[in-house]
């Protein structure tokens, strides 16, 4: 074992779609800056990032009925809706000035058109989703959404839905066309091939083991390297740990105070795929439901068309599961090893708060393949076994933390940055609502790390994206402005699909 000392200014761990957006957006703001990535596997975007391990949906809250809830008085409140949905065209904007800029090309190999759909059925479902739909076509951001409870219209835009379904109970849809499928791996991997050419210096199979200060207020990060057994020690002004599901353990190691009371509960995840090409043909949407009683809100079921390398699937699920892992490629010790003296209470209060969610686990992880079938035909009434099969997706790991709000050990379903005071380090956890809103979150940690820079960074952060710091359901007209540009730029508005 050998140890080399080597020095640079910023180090980016993991080669997921966060390291990746982070990197690029440095690179465009401060080119001079010498970046590392490490990664312990053998090539970028292999974790969460990964087009398989996650659904693709480019969430912009256009289906997902999880964002929006239902206020005592009966009105529905749609902020949180509207928060994603502009958090969603940050990265439109990002994306398509890398593409118009030539740093990234072919964004049809990453980003798609595909309609977003919310179905659901019985009467009190219906009410919501009629008026769900009434107050976001109200909104700027949400223009072009469309509704109908007629059957016959339905069968119109999800044939393979309605198909041998019997209807004793009332039926609604709510249909966008501008929504997207967005392969997140093939995206990750074009961002790091441009990072690669612009002098950045990638590092795969090299795990970090290991983050410390030095005296002279670096962080000095011990990585392995996998192929040849050697350690080597490298320093930076910077660090940001985009691990996935391996950033808690990281932080864990950094100390610092912010690190503390901060524990992670791994929710695994499988879905369904059918490669039959004759069903695939006959759906084209992401169709979002709601979630049953009691799961969690990233369960929430939904049948979505997906675009992987060049061929159409259809992807249902997820249905969701526990591994004590934090990394698909994790360990089984991942979980016991996250637990430290000061987060055991929060953890304790957890397990104690979240015992219908770990019943619900255990019951997802006991499905038999019929059962997951039957789900399914809640979907596809007419779905045959032979032309499903399971895939594993990604993990997540999910954030328990002490909160005004919820009290000790408060399970989070969103995203968290964990900065050190001085803003050396930066760590990201959680997976909701995920790569879709990397920029935003990229952005934030920016803003967090670099508070000195943002001032001369803010002209080209807004050539790169119009919007940064703009309410955009404030702006309706920059709004459609940056709609129409952004399809423009990714080829989303009048592309011809031709599919094997
Ligand atoms: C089932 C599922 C469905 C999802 N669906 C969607 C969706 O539809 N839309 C959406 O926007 N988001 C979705 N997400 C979330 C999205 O996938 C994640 O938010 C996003 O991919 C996280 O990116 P990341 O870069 O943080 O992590 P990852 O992509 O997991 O990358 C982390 C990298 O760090 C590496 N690493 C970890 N520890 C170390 C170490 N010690 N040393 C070196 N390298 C290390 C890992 O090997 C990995 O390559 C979904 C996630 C899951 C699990």
Not at 202 to 210: E, G, L, S
Not at 292 to 317: E, Q
């Amino acid at each position: 074992m050998s140890s080399i000392q080597k020095k640079t200014d910023i180090i980016l761990i993991g080669a997921g779609v966060m390291s990746a957006t982070l990197g690029s957006l440095l690179k465009e703001l401060a080119p001079e800056w010498k970046i590392k990535v490490f990664e312990k596997l053998e090539k970028a975007g292999e974790e969460s990032s990964k087009e398989w391990n996650n659904a693709g949906t480019g969430h912009s809250a256009l289906c997902e009925l999880n964002y929006t809830s239902e206020k005592s008085d009966g009105s529905i409140d749609i902020s949180k809706a509207v928060k994603v949905n502009e958090q969603f065209q940050l990265s439109r904007q990002f994306w398509s000035y890398l593409v118009k800029s030539n740093l990234i090309r072919n964004p049809e190999d990453f980003i798609k058109p595909v309609p977003h759909m919310s179905l659901v059925q019985g009467e009190k479902n219906v009410t919501f989703l009629k008026n769900h739909f009434k107050t976001l076509s109200n909104n700027p951001l949400f223009q072009g959404m469309e509704f109908s409870d007629d059957p016959e219209k339905l069968k119109e835009w999800i044939p393979l839905i309605m198909e041998g379904r019997t209807l004793n109970e009332p039926i609604a849809a709510t249909k966008t066309d501008s929504g997207t499928d967005v392969n997140f791996g093939a995206l990750t991997r074009m961002l790091f091939d441009h990072l690669k050419d612009n002098n950045v210096e990638m590092n795969y199979k090299h795990a970090v083991k290991d983050i410390k200060r030095t005296s002279d207020g670096l962080w000095e990060v011990k990585v392995h390297d996998v192929e040849n057994g050697k350690t080597e020690c490298h320093t930076a002004k910077f660090v940001f740990i985009g691990g996935g599901g391996g950033s808690l353990p990281l932080l864990q190691k950094t100390n610092i105070p912010e690190s503390k009371h901060i524990g992670g509960f791994p929710v695994s995840g499988l879905f369904l795929v059918c490669n039959n090409p004759e069903v695939v043909e006959q759906h084209h949407g992401k169709v979002y439901g709601k979630a049953k009683v009691g799961a969690p809100p990233m369960s929430v079921p939904h049948l979505d068309t997906r675009y992987i390398d060049n061929k159409k699937s259809l992807l249902f699920g997820p249905f969701a599961g526990f591994s004590p892992k934090f990394l698909k490629n994790g360990s089984n010790l991942d979980l016991i090893g996250s637990i430290k003296p000061d987060n055991l209470l929060t953890m304790l209060y957890a397990g104690a708060k979240e015992m219908a969610l770990t019943k619900y686990l255990i019951q997802q992880l006991m499905l038999s393949s019929e059962k997951r079938m039957e789900e399914l035909r809640e979907f596809i009434p007419n779905a045959k076994s032979e032309d499903w099969e399971v895939v594993v997706a990604g993990q997540r790991v999910q954030v328990i933390k002490d909160t005004e709000a919820g009290g000790k050990g408060t399970l989070q379903f969103g995203t968290e940055v964990v900065s050190a005071s001085d803003g050396s380090i930066a760590a990201l956890l959680g997976a909701s609502p995920g790569a879709s809103t990397a920029v935003h979150v990229m952005l934030e940690v920016m803003e967090k790390c670099f508070p000195q820079h943002m001032k001369e960074w803010e002209t080209k952060i807004k050539e790169m994206i119009p919007s940064y710091g703009v309410s955009l359901v404030e702006n309706p007209s920059l709004f459609q402005e940056i709609h129409t540009s952004t399809a423009e730029a990714l080829c989303l508005s009048e592309r011809e699909l031709v599919y094997s």
